[in-house]
């Protein structure tokens, strides 16, 4: 058994300057921002116990696991977002016409530039100090924001088969449960809930907002949240031996899932919120898959080295990889429900009449367009079996690819004094597949489906039902309505690789 305990206490160094005009003001669920106080000094403890238990004494049957709470880190950007949004330690200043003209030669006295700022301040008339102005984005922590904590357990079984060459097996899995995971709200944004907006008619329902602003001279107001609604797990099978001297096998498959609020996928508070794809707005967020997993994987190799004389000895291997290498949601290319984000998810007709379709659009006609929309959504493994529903973000797949390496390595021992080294030339080809077949070991696009945009939100009928029209390609001068999710991604990655390597082991 073992056992530990870790402590973690946040502290900021730096003091920041209340903007007494974000302080005035009341945003969404009545909470009030201060963005010159950093989050509450927090002290977070992270005790774990761990075990291996050998079951029969002999090694050949080992449990293991162990159980804590774990504190990690966040993109330290997400603070400084809020001091540098804050509106009192940048801004900036814009000129034009004479006055930009007046500036400049104030600025370039004698034709020599001037750089120190506090002299640029003083010549160009500038308050030397900061004052209180109301910025167009604010970016703040909410003051009981803690670090990031998970909770996290392992369980593992190791055997060692009993056959007359080395042959195991392991079966491990891992469980974590969110207890302090971050997310992003932007609380300018009205609650279409709470205040009761208008719906759509038909299948797909979702809020229209009516409004995207609690206070109109504030364009989005990010703060950044703790929340527990998390968890992941991950399963792994193991298989090693060696039937015979010198030649070892391997073969493994992972499979991964992680629900989450927020991935958080941007450098910014903003784009972190808004990169969310959703139904009725990135703030009304559930759970969903994470973007950042590979959910099902497979590797293997074999090598095999043989020994000969008393100089050489040549190696040779060959490892697999196959997984999906990808995933990804579909989403409107057009803002459905007026949030002012791009990044609607989409709803999954359940026939191919449920949903109307503009006349005339890009040329098609609406039946033409139902048409093709419906045997596409046939084509596609995803959209076929989730008909009738909202899709899910991240939850449609890029195609499976398997993709082989090939190694050969020729040892000669190299006598130095009285010590014998190793010079090794090798050969890698990598994508070996891809050499024999070039259809093989490609990986795909999804460019054919404009990368799972497949249709737009036009407007409304009489009956406020929603009418899209569908993504189309120019192919030789002549319109085309998509066929297929996938096509082959033309990259030099794709294809096979050689390389050479000359290296010198030292004994």
Not at 191 to 200: E, N, Q
Not at 219 to 238: E, F, I, P, R, S
Not at 493 to 501: H, R
Request: overall charge positive.
């Amino acid at each position: 058994m073992t056992y530990g305990v870790r402590g973690d206490l946040t502290s900021y160094l730096n003091d920041l300057v209340e903007n007494t005009e974000v302080s005035k003001l009341t945003f969404l669920d009545n909470r009030k921002i201060n963005t010159g106080l950093w989050p509450n000094s927090k002290f977070l403890l992270s005790p774990r116990v761990g075990f291996s238990y050998d079951v029969k004494g002999d090694k050949s049957l080992k449990v293991r696991g162990g159980t804590g709470i774990f504190t990690g880190r966040i993109p330290l950007v997400f603070f400084t977002n809020m001091p540098t949004n804050g509106g009192m330690v940048q801004n900036t200043v814009t000129r034009s016409g004479a006055t930009a003209t007046a500036d400049l030669a104030k600025l370039v006295p004698g034709g020599k530039m001037i750089t120190d700022v506090n002299e640029m301040v003083s010549v160009l008339g500038l308050p030397p100090t900061a004052t209180a102005a109301l910025p167009s984005s604010i970016a703040a922590v909410d003051p009981e924001f803690k670090l990031p904590q998970v909770w996290k357990s392992t369980f593992a079984v190791d055997y060692q088969i009993p056959t007359s060459f080395p042959m195991a097996l392991t079966l491990e899995g891992m469980y974590s449960k969110d207890i302090n995971a971050v997310c992003q709200v932007n609380a300018n944004m009205p609650d279409p809930v709470a205040l009761g907006y208008s719906r759509f008619n038909g299948p797909d329902n979702r809020y229209i907002y009516s409004s995207t602003k609690i206070n109109s001279k504030v364009t989005d107001a990010m703060v950044l949240l703790n929340t527990d609604k998390g968890y992941g797990y991950t399963l792994n099978a193991t298989y090693t031996t060696e039937p015979i001297k010198d030649l070892k096998m391997m073969f493994a498959y992972t499979h991964t899932v992680v629900k989450e609020i927020s991935g958080n996928p941007g450098s910014q508070a903003n784009s972190a919120w808004q990169n969310q794809a959703s139904v009725d707005g990135p703030n009304q967020l559930g759970l969903q898959n994470s973007q950042y997993v590979t959910p099902n994987k497979v590797v293997g190799s074999i090598s095999y080295r043989k020994a000969y004389g008393k100089y050489f000895a040549t190696n040779v291997g060959l490892y697999y990889n196959g997984f999906n290498t990808g995933s990804y949601s579909w989403v409107y290319s057009s803002d459905m429900n007026k949030d002012g984000v791009n990044n609607d998810l989409m709803y999954i007709p359940a026939s191919k009449d449920e949903i109307l379709f503009k006349e005339g659009a890009n040329g098609f006609t609406a039946a033409q367009q139902a048409e093709a929309l419906w045997s596409f959504i046939e084509q596609d493994s995803y959209l076929s079996k989730n008909k009738g529903k909202y899709a899910e973000a991240y939850s449609a797949r890029m195609p499976w690819v398997n993709r082989f390496d090939l190694k050969i390595a020729q040892d000669f021992r190299v006598k130095a004094g009285k010590t014998l080294n190793t010079l090794q030339i090798s050969l890698d080809i990598l994508n070996f597949g891809n050499m024999i077949n070039d259809s093989w070991g490609v990986t795909q696009t999804s460019a054919p489906s404009n990368y799972g945009k497949i249709l737009k939100y036009e407007s409304v009928d009489a009956s406020n039902h929603p009418i899209y029209s569908m993504y189309y390609t120019t192919v030789d001068g002549v319109k085309k309505l998509p066929t297929k999710s996938f096509s082959v991604y033309n990259n030099q990655s794709n294809c096979w690789q050689l390389q050479l390597g000359l290296r010198y082991i030292f004994n």
